[in-house]
């Protein structure tokens, strides 16, 4: 890679999980008119994204400009390579180096900032702040160099959410607390940006407000009416919690803002957005069982309240099923993470006779990830490579878009798809082999019908288990890029958030490197001869 001489200045603010149409919205009646404006006077519009098939994958694409198949990272869960086993996902196994790396190498001055799947980078010569103000944390908590970090937390002290905090949807003592957690880290987390920007020398600066992520998650029912979960008592009680983090985060960008230079640009982006949570993660063991596909030795049997293979003698599972689910959570968040970990392991995926079970979950509490218990690939493999792979693939996603929900007859889900007609790179062999994408239109709860699985029935919709989504994922994604040079108008329509990457590198007038999977948008006219050698969306 070259570089070119180039006063130019680039801030990145993510806003995580982010919902466009909400923006649109609560712009057009003048409650966030700091981004009303930007989008008016600047370049926006909508994201292509890879959400509804893994939304963990969603920041490391972003960071990255590359699919899943090469960074492999796909859930916070996920099935260890040609094994059986589930783990926690960490940073450290992104496959894809960071675009900051890649500027970092060829001097540009970096910071970053709360970015999702971010770690110590070996020889960084910037500044990273690793997962200060997360709310899902992959690496740990610190900065490099320490020396910023504990200036830093000397000057903003530390946002106050907890790693993954929940709330109950219905517990309005749980939401009013996450509410003022996320209202005080948006702030602390504007104060830390403009405190880097004042004090620090930067030429591209990334930072990432999680906010918007658990206020989708927990709070999209105090503001749906339309929803199942819509409680009209607990919305008037409490109010819009999450117009709240939405208003809240618009005067903070309002205060960065504020800060920039004539020279600076600005690129505000989300990866996807929440809506309603109607997902059939819970049903779907027990789908797979009913349709022969896992099958369980002994005593155990499959467990719709929470998508577990367990024992109904098992008298561990008999004690815990005794305990009071309000009383289980205090205990169990009590409990060092580590031992937290095991015990859910415990329920997931046991005892299953794999010399019978063609495919198992991988769990996920959004989408529904399968593996194919493949010879060769998996240790105990019974489906054949090649042609039997392929009819056992095609079996699952006929025998899935065959299930309704048998209160309006809607199929449950929109579409099942085959990732490695979709990824490619030296980690996709690591992926799910098929996702089911669920159709929000058949507002799936409780229950899947269909002549192949009769009547698959939960206690409870997904929302009303842990850890209480009552928001689900879904795209489009999101930029909006302003400041000198920049075209106003709409992006592309089929702009992609793999694309992100390899147009920060441009503005820098680096060279592309040809594994990014993203393309350029030609968003500034300023007669920089941009060298591409990317390889492009097909």
Request: aromatic residues 10%; charged residues 25%.
């Amino acid at each position: 890679m070259g570089v070119a001489q180039n006063t130019r200045r680039v801030l990145v603010i993510g806003l995580d999980a982010a919902d466009i149409e909400l923006l649109k919205l609560w712009s057009d009646e003048g409650s966030l008119p700091v981004i009303e404006s930007l989008m008016h006077r600047g370049l926006w519009g909508e994201l292509k994204t890879i959400t509804d098939i893994s939304h963990t994958a969603v920041w490391p694409s972003i960071i990255s400009g590359t699919n899943p198949g090469k960074h492999g990272i796909y859930n916070i869960y996920q099935a260890a390579p040609y094994d059986y086993k589930i783990f926690r996902v960490k940073a450290q196994q992104c496959a894809s180096p960071p675009v900051w790396k890649l500027l970092d190498a060829n001097g540009t001055k970096c910071i970053v900032i709360d970015a999702p799947f971010d770690c110590t980078i070996d020889g960084f010569h910037g500044i990273q702040i690793l997962e200060w103000g997360s709310w899902v944390r992959y690496t740990g908590r610190g900065g490099n160099p320490a020396a910023v970090w504990d200036r830093l937390v000397q000057k903003c002290g530390l946002p106050p959410i907890e790693n993954e905090t929940t709330a109950q949807w219905f517990m309005a003592e749980e939401l009013s607390r996450l509410r003022d957690w996320l209202l005080e880290g948006i702030a602390k987390k504007g104060e830390a940006v403009s405190w880097l920007m004042q004090t620090q020398d930067w030429e591209f600066l990334l930072a990432v407000f999680p906010e918007t992520h658990p206020a989708g998650h927990f709070f999209w029912h105090l503001h749906d009416p339309h929803y199942e979960a819509f409680s009209e008592k607990l919305q008037k009680k409490l109010g819009n919690y999450l117009k709240d983090v939405y208003r809240k985060i618009d005067a903070v960008i309002g205060q960065i803002v504020a800060g920039l230079e004539e020279r600076d640009i600005l690129l505000i982006v989300s990866g996807d957005r929440i809506g309603p949570n109607y997902s059939g993660w819970h049903l779907l063991p027990t789908v797979l069982a009913q349709l022969s596909f896992l099958r369980t030795k002994g005593n155990y049997s499959q467990d719709a309240s929470g998508g577990g293979v367990s024992n109904r003698h098992d008298w561990l599972k008999r004690l815990r099923d005794r305990i009071p689910e309000k009383l289980r959570k205090k205990i169990g968040t009590a409990l060092p993470p580590s031992l937290q970990f095991r015990m859910w392991q415990r329920w997931t995926n046991p005892n299953l006779d794999w010399a019978n079970t063609k495919c198992f979950y991988v769990p996920n509490d959004c989408q529904g990830h399968i593996r194919i218990n493949l010879r060769g690939r998996e240790p105990l493999g019974c489906v054949e490579p090649g042609r039997e792979y392929d009819a056992l693939c095609l079996e699952i996603k006929e025998q899935f878009e065959k299930i309704v929900n048998p209160n309006n007859s809607e199929s449950v889900v929109k579409e099942v798809v085959r990732t490695d007609r979709l990824f490619s790179g030296q980690r996709a062999g690591e992926l799910p082999d098929l996702a089911v994408i669920w159709n929000e239109d058949a507002r799936l709860t409780t229950e899947m019908f269909s002549d192949k699985i009769g009547l698959v029935k939960s206690q409870q919709p997904a929302y009303a288990i842990p850890p209480y989504y009552v928001g689900n994922h879904r795209g489009p994604g999101f930029a909006i890029l302003h400041g000198p040079g920049v075209k106003a108008g709409r992006l592309a329509e089929d702009s992609h958030i793999y694309d992100i990457a390899p147009t920060l590198l441009a503005f820098f007038q680096y060279t592309i490197p040809a594994s990014m999977d993203g393309r350029l948008w030609h968003a500034i006219d300023d007669g920089a001869q941009i060298k591409e050698n990317c390889c492009g969306r097909s």
